[in-house]
């Protein structure tokens, strides 16, 4: 398991859930949440996917 670096105590679990805002543009997407602290990590490809549709929308 890998241990969430912003609070250093709660574990990383894997989610499809990840609420990432890009250019007022809410998405969802895969990533990690910390099961302590909440902090949530989206996956970079998915990052990248994300900030590709939002690009393609202008
Ligand atoms: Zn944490």
Redesign the pocket.
């Known amino acids: 398991m890998k241990t969430?670096p912003?609070?250093?105590?709660?574990e990383l679990i894997k989610v499809d859930n990840v609420i990432m805002e890009i250019e007022n543009y809410v998405f969802v997407v895969k990533g990690e949440r910390?099961?302590?602290?909440?902090?949530e990590f989206p996956f970079e490809d998915e990052t990248q996917k994300m900030i590709e549709a939002s690009k393609n929308k202008y």
């Open positions: 969430c912003s609070c250093e105590k709660g910390c099961t302590k602290c909440d902090e």
